[in-house]
């Protein structure tokens, strides 16, 4: 399979596809629309879509905290190509993109079923366990200019 990350500007034909999948990775399962989404907030937020043998197949963005920290949301990837790296490539292409615009660290808020994938990426647990959209969350932080914290 043919891969590619790229960047996608907000409001685009690329984005919207990035917005179906998230609609269907994201939302649907857990009786949510995608539409109920402040969408009008990601304006201005980076945004990355995995293509596929020309298709979205994952999809990302990264939201300015302040100068040094960015914040990860809306990782999903397409249930037909998952355990194929394409999540793992798009974290380390963003990741990348941080780092040369001069950002210093991610945060992010992983499912529980997503922390092992984190970790094995040297994003590191902080906090407690919390609810977020109905299911168990950890706040995760990754230094970009080393491992982990």
């Known amino acids: 399979m043919n891969v590619m990350v790229e960047r996608v500007e907000w ?3 690329e984005y919207e596809q990035g917005l179906e999948l998230r609609d269907r990775v994201l939302r649907q399962p857990l009786g949510l629309s995608i539409q109920d989404d402040p969408i009008h907030e990601e304006n201005g937020d980076y945004h990355f879509r995995a293509v596929a043998d020309g298709h979205t ?10 100068n040094s ?16 790296s394409i999540g793992r490539r798009m974290v380390e292409f963003a990741e990348q993109t941080a780092q040369e615009l001069g950002f210093c660290e ?10 092992p994938f984190y970790e094995k990426l040297g994003y590191v647990k902080e906090g407690d366990l ?3 959209v109905g299911i168990p969350h950890f706040h995760m932080i990754k230094d970009l200019h080393g491992q982990g914290q």
């Open 57 to 66: 197949a994952g999809v990302l963005l990264l939201r300015k905290l302040d």
């Open 106 to 115: 991610i945060l992010l808020h992983a499912r529980l079923t997503a922390v």
């Open 69 to 84: 920290r960015l914040q990860m949301k809306q990782v999903a990837v397409d249930a037909a190509v998952q355990g194929q």
């Open 130 to 132: 919390f609810t977020e």
């Open 11 to 13: 409001g685009s034909p």
